[in-house]
């Protein structure tokens, strides 16, 4: 039973940083893409970046130039780097496998405010 854990979610202001962790379990993770998804408030779950298992990456044209995503396969872990952030930018993040969807973790909530 594969499980998806988010981390590193918090309160910045706008221009700040944050890195958000995301604990796989299973035997997967190593072969499997990795994606970061962005739910905000009343609106649709959305694809933010992805990584392939050899580590090619791409992004929403949203968040391209600030976010960075990667992924350690020792640790079965995927990050999200986030920089530069903006007021739009917050909601609820998730990670997932795309196109083979495992359970949904509970998600890390960031919030940009001043």
């Known amino acids: 039973q594969v499980q998806l854990v988010e981390s590193g979610g918090g309160l910045v202001q706008p221009g700040g940083s944050l890195r958000l962790s995301c604990a796989a379990s299973?035997?997967?993770?190593?072969?499997?893409?990795m994606g970061w998804y962005h739910q905000a408030p009343g609106k649709q779950r959305d694809l933010v970046a992805g990584?392939?298992?050899?580590?090619?990456?791409n992004y929403a044209d949203s968040v391209k130039g600030r976010f960075t995503i990667s992924r350690d396969n020792a640790k079965n872990t995927a990050y999200l780097q986030m920089n530069s952030l903006k007021p739009e930018d917050t909601g609820v993040y998730y990670c997932n496998y795309p196109r083979r969807f495992a359970p949904w973790g509970q998600g890390t909530q960031v919030t940009v405010s001043s």
């Open positions: 299973g035997s997967i993770f190593s072969s499997s893409p």
């Open positions: 990584i392939t298992s050899g580590r090619v990456t």
